[in-house]
């Protein structure tokens, strides 16, 4: 099957600037791509079609990425062995410029526009250094108080299906996360202004960073300010959140009405929805509702164990928040689930991450049935080296709880 590349316009950029240099030819027109094509023929013996040339190059126009062969090819012609290679040599060469100029950028009391002009452009989100070198930029833009050059990382269409793209601006957003919950106003602000203007903050500062314990401050001011939902799931989402929000502040008529609208834009939804969205969906329905039909059916539904895993850590956790003790208590659904073989596994940090707060939250439903030798030996299996920022002072403030219980 073919592959394709998502290419950076620097990358493109290269890629033509070094062939023309190469072969002494202007990339510019129709003809020029006819002829390229006959030089590629007599130096490789490779056909490629000129049209093909021409949507690389952007003489004409198109929305699809460059297939492998296609950038492989241009790759060799350069005289790397392939695209890959290309893109790991102009990383390298462009390594030290960026950290030099980086921290050029720290010792100036302003932001150097120049600098930063020449930096953007060789940052790409393809690379882990290059996020977290984002990250750096981000974390320095708030600290001198230039918020809005923040948004040089706004304008960033990702694929609601694409997790590790998602995973890596969470990475790069989390100067953005800190200084909210540390209450920095004039930011807080500033992203409520933008929530409504760019994809990737609802994406990330909204529905990633779910700052629970923020629902009354500056979280609960940035869900009740989202009105133009970028993301299909975006307003259940946020309504979801706003049926917690109304319940903590003891509104449970406004809770109640919201859960409706829920359940109504749910049975309006065709999309696969998260698993986590699901386990909300049915905790609230529970609590306040006391129907558990939606909690049997979301578990039917999910066939993989990690879907089970999240949709049941959530379920219990806003019991366990909201509910009653007969209420969290009454379901033994999140014994059910076979994990001895995930705990040991080579699994990422968003999974080994989810299974601690899953034990987390099982060892505390061991302990209110009375189960204290399951109890204890759940709570052996908790790693807290894996801890999601947002949740970090819920999970370390059960664990505490947890660990003086069951001590006695």
């Known amino acids: 099957m073919q592959k394709y590349y998502q290419i950076s316009d620097n990358e493109r950029q290269f890629i033509k600037n070094g062939i023309e240099e190469k072969f002494n030819l202007k990339i510019i027109s129709t003809n020029d791509c006819k002829l390229l094509a006959e030089i590629i023929f007599d130096k490789v013996h490779i056909l490629i079609s000129y049209n093909t040339l021409r949507r690389f190059f952007n003489i004409l126009s198109s929305t699809n990425s460059p297939s492998s062969f296609t950038v492989n090819l241009l790759s060799t012609l350069l005289g790397f062995p392939d695209f890959i290679s290309l893109r790991e040599h102009r990383i390298n060469a462009n390594r030290d410029f960026i950290h030099e100029n980086l921290h050029l950028l720290h010792l100036h009391e302003g932001i150097n526009t120049n600098i930063l002009n020449e930096i953007i452009p060789l940052l790409h989100e393809n690379h882990w250094e290059n996020i977290y070198q984002i990250r750096s930029l ?199 689930l076979q994990t001895e073989n995930l705990q040991n596994s080579n699994k990422p940090f968003n999974i080994k991450t989810e299974l601690s707060l899953f034990y987390l939250i099982l060892s505390r439903y061991y302990l209110e049935t009375k189960k204290i030798d399951l109890a204890l030996n759940t709570f052996g299996k908790i790693d807290k080296r894996y801890q999601f920022s947002c949740s970090s002072d819920f999970f370390m403030k059960e664990y505490e709880l947890l660990s003086s219980a069951l001590e006695n």
């Open 138 to 336: 981000i974390d320095l833009f708030i600290k001198k108080g230039q918020y809005e050059l923040i948004t040089l990382f706004f304008d960033k269409n990702i694929d609601e299906n694409n997790h590790e793209e998602l995973y890596k601006y969470y990475v790069a957003f989390q100067p953005i996360h800190a200084a909210a919950t540390l209450n920095n106003k004039p930011l807080i602000n500033f992203i409520s202004k933008s929530i409504n203007k760019y994809k990737v903050v609802q994406q990330v500062l909204l529905q990633l960073y779910v700052e629970e314990s923020k629902l009354e401050d500056y979280y609960g001011a940035w869900i009740n300010n989202c009105s133009e939902y970028f993301t299909s799931d975006a307003h259940i989402f946020c309504t979801c959140i706003k049926v917690q929000f109304h319940f903590s502040k003891k509104e449970k008529d406004t809770a109640k009405i919201l859960l409706n609208q829920l359940n109504a834009q749910i049975r309006q939804y065709s999309s696969k929805i998260h698993p986590i969205m699901l386990g909300r969906i049915a905790a609230w329905n529970f609590i306040i509702k006391n129907d558990s039909s939606y909690l049997e059916r979301y578990i039917v539904k999910n066939s993989d164990v990690f879907d089970n895993i999240s949709t049941l850590t959530f379920f219990y956790k806003l019991l366990y928040f909201y509910g009653t003790k007969k209420q969290f208590i009454k379901f033994d659904y999140i014994t059910l």
